[in-house]
């Protein structure tokens, strides 16, 4: 679908904006919805918004995506407000269309509108700890502030989609399968899998035992979904909430790590250059516990390292059935690409076997220094 300033217009008149329209401009770095900044003037008033097209094929019960984003954005914004903060630069407030909705149907195109946030920036890299540890505490606060959110009250937008058991039945299956006969040639990758079936369940089990909670999830934390403020530059605002919903902290935790730990992009061809950085970790980790080590259960904490294997495992799974089915969810570049980055995982995940014991220490002595006792 082509949009353009008519189109722009029209939409942010379904919200009630009013003034004279002066330019929009498309934002590329998403890549599920499409974004663009309109800007609006009402006298010597410059208002700018994020116009969002929301992607229907990937979220298909528009109601509840936004019944999730709403109420997790306005429990935020109390939370922002007693803590003595600005809620309008520390959480994303949406507009409420002329129909009393928070979303707009435009045939089968979907709308949603929000107040841009000013003088703030994103990053694409990491390029100093001291942004890594600034990433860590702005999930670790936004993890914090939603501790103790109602989670009855919100929707599973993707169903199982850190359920790494079922992950790893997805694998079986697919290998069981074989649409596009490449099995054979993998069986290395496959018994890599298989043989740490037990990895995939010690999550879960905790959370059965009643050792970690169900908490809010973001389910995608990496660093350019962390606004920064342009005049301090530290993290202000969570952004992309559309994949939140009920999971374990050690989800967002253990992606964070195996995104912004890692010494090579995730489908870096040249193993001998994957590994973890032990100065990242410890860098993230002391962000994340010095904003929300209060809010955590003794075993998530004591699994933070352990979550980093876990959900590089977990990706690494992903990748590994999407090649056996034929790449089919994943955007791929050449015939092998998914097999490329599962491997990449995979040799992340030995990588970080490898020095989970001090991943463990360094956790528990920055606990400690953090919070000035021991775990």
Not at 186 to 191: A, G, L, P, S, T
């Amino acid at each position: 679908m082509v949009v353009n300033d008519e189109k722009i217009i029209s939409v942010c008149r379904e919200f009630g904006i009013e003034g004279d329209f002066t330019e929009s401009k498309v934002f590329t770095d998403g890549h599920i919805n499409s974004t663009f900044l309109a800007v609006f003037k009402n006298g010597d008033t410059v208002n700018k918004y994020l116009v969002q097209n929301i992607n229907t094929v990937v979220f298909k019960n528009q109601q509840a995506l936004m019944d999730n984003v709403i109420n997790v954005t306005s429990f935020l914004r109390k939370k922002i407000e007693e803590d003595g903060g600005d809620p309008t630069r520390e959480t994303l407030h949406f507009l409420k269309g002329k129909d009393g909705k928070y979303y707009y149907q435009d045939g089968r195109n979907c709308w949603r509108i929000y107040h841009f946030i000013d003088n703030s920036f994103t990053l694409n890299m990491i390029d100093s700890p001291e942004v890594f540890e600034d990433t860590g505490r702005s999930f670790g606060r936004f993890q914090c502030l939603l501790s103790d959110y109602p989670i009855d009250n919100l929707f599973e937008t993707i169903p199982d989609f850190h359920n790494t058991p079922k992950r790893l039945q997805n694998l079986v299956d697919s290998v069981k399968k074989d649409v596009v006969g490449r099995a054979a040639g993998v069986q290395k990758e496959i018994n890599f899998a298989l043989e740490r079936k037990g990895d995939t369940e010690r999550a879960l089990n905790l959370l059965e035992k009643g050792e970690i909670p169900l908490r809010v999830t973001h389910n995608d934390t990496k660093l350019n979904n962390i606004l920064f403020d342009s005049e301090t530059n530290k993290g202000i605002c969570v952004i992309d909430l559309d994949t939140i919903m009920p999971g374990l902290s050690l989800y967002d935790f253990g992606d964070a790590i195996r995104f912004g730990a890692k010494t090579a992009a995730e489908d870096e061809a040249d193993l001998s250059k994957v590994s973890v950085s032990l100065d990242l970790y410890e860098s993230y980790v002391k962000g994340y516990l010095e904003s929300c080590a209060s809010a955590l259960t003794k075993a998530e904490i004591e699994n933070l390292a352990f979550s980093a294997k876990l959900m590089t495992f977990e990706c690494g799974m992903r990748f590994l059935t999407d090649y056996l089915d034929g790449d089919v969810y994943f955007k791929t570049e050449y015939p092998d690409h998914n097999l490329v980055r599962a491997r990449n995982q995979f040799k992340m995940v030995e990588e970080i076997e490898k020095v989970l014991p001090e991943m463990e220490k360094i956790t528990l002595d920055t606990y400690q220094l953090v919070t000035g006792k021991s775990l």
